[in-house]
């Protein structure tokens, strides 16, 4: 892993401990690093989707997936 750095962001409590709940997690640190790599994970997918848009053929699309 590359270099690692402390963020301090002001949140507030009631907040924080909606997410954790939600997203089952014990640590703030784990919680940040899910959303992190949630967001990192959304961005790739958009890039993909970009980078192939107009390649499918009308008869490569099943009605199925409309």
Do not use: F, W, Y
Request: net charge positive; proline share 2%; glycine share 4%.
């Amino acid at each position: 892993m590359a270099g690692r750095k402390a963020v301090s962001v002001r949140v507030s409590e009631s907040r924080l401990q909606r997410l954790m709940r939600a997203r089952k997690v014990k640590s703030q640190s784990d919680l940040i690093n899910t959303l992190l790599a949630e967001e990192e994970e959304r961005l790739k997918s958009h890039r993909a989707l970009r980078e192939t848009e107009g390649t499918a053929k009308p008869s490569e699309i099943h009605d199925r997936l409309l």
